[in-house]
């Protein structure tokens, strides 16, 4: 019997000291994360998200040699937040809604994110880069920026280098967008609906495509939010088709002799259902007045997770990707927002 009580308080502290070191580690995501959202609130154009990486990131290669995002267990939050986070926006979700009233753009946005998808993966290939930044820089330009990436990154297992350099170099362009689309939506004599659906079809983050849609007109901005909503929704199925894609992407993983059945039974992370209820319960009103406060939530759980991604990122670990990730990044955006005027100007939609 002392031998086994020896035993238990041999363990007690060591489970102990693990809560502590995760609590000061979420606490340290959590100081980040305000900050970042004060800065955001500030300089809205560049967002809590970016300054949650670069604060994270400065802190983290601050101290060169302290693993602290090992003894803090940072991981462990950035994995817990992401997912939380991407719950609690599918909670202020409305599919139906979304849906309906973003129906006529779902054949524009299936031509730009086929388009922009084919881009990432193809280029990214022919550049040498490796294939899950590939995966993010294209669903984080094609779908919704740092949430998409959010979303795809625990299914595909990225690391956090990679995730904070893809959200990098999403955010870039967003901030370009806003300055850029407004005046060439001008001089290229774009009506508020030609330039709405511009907008909401190339620009990334919502923040972005709101800024610049209403920077345009009041219309614009209208057409631009409701297009981006719908392109949001359409993350389910794409990071569904990620994880089915999965044996096929990663040249190290085993090819599956299993049926479909349980290969999409496989592929689908329970956050992702988890999501996918919430957003459903919204939609057949369980959740109603509160749905803003569930999205208030979701963002700011998604910047105490990327608080942790930048903990976690160590510039010297992706260094050598050089510019390469940066040029993906511009020739897809490129590639969504040309194909996008392309079938709007086929289509007399301009």
Not at 54 to 67: D, E, M, Q, S, T
Not at 112 to 134: E, F, H, P, Q, Y
Not at 198 to 204: H, I, L, P, S
Request: include cysteine.
């Amino acid at each position: 019997m002392a031998v086994h009580g020896a035993a238990l308080s041999s363990e007690t502290p060591s489970a102990t000291h693990l809560r502590i070191r995760r609590g000061i580690g979420l606490a340290l995501c959590i100081a980040i994360a305000i900050a970042a959202l004060a800065l955001g609130s500030l300089v809205p154009l560049v967002g809590a998200p970016l300054f949650a990486i670069a604060i994270g990131v400065l802190i983290a290669n601050a101290a060169p040699g302290v693993p602290a995002n090992k003894s803090l267990k940072i991981g462990d939050v950035s994995k817990l937040a992401l997912r939380g986070g991407i719950i609690l926006l599918g909670a202020s979700l409305d599919l139906g809604v979304i849906v309906h009233t973003g129906l006529g753009s779902l054949p524009l946005l299936a031509v730009t994110m086929t388009a922009g998808l084919v881009c990432a993966l193809w280029l990214g290939k022919s550049l040498g880069i490796d294939w899950r930044m590939r995966c993010l820089i294209g669903i984080g330009t094609t779908i919704c920026g740092a949430s998409a990436i959010a979303a795809l990154a625990p299914v595909i297992k990225a690391r956090a280098e990679e995730i904070a350099y893809s959200v990098t170099v999403v955010f870039f362009f967003n901030m370009l967008a806003v300055f850029t689309f407004p005046p060439l939506g001008h001089l290229m004599g774009l009506t508020d609906n030609g330039f709405g659906i511009w907008t909401g079809t190339a620009v990334n983050d919502t923040s972005a495509v709101v800024a610049a849609g209403f920077a345009f007109s009041q219309d614009a901005g209208t057409t631009a939010t409701i297009v981006k909503l719908t392109r949001t929704t359409l993350i389910i199925p794409l990071v569904l088709g990620f994880g089915l894609a999965l044996p096929f992407l990663d040249p190290e993983a085993p090819r599956s002799s299993e049926g479909l059945a349980k290969r999409i039974y496989a592929a689908v992370p329970m956050f992702i259902v988890i999501f996918v209820l919430a957003a459903a319960a919204n939609t057949l009103g369980l959740i109603g007045p509160y749905a803003p406060l569930f999205q208030t939530a979701g963002r700011w759980v998604m910047v105490v997770a990327l608080a942790a991604v930048g903990l976690q990122g160590n510039w010297r670990a992706f260094a050598g990707s050089g510019t390469r990730p940066l040029v993906l990044g511009l020739v897809t955006w490129a590639v969504v927002a040309i194909s996008s005027l392309t079938i709007q100007a086929w289509t007399h939609t301009l």
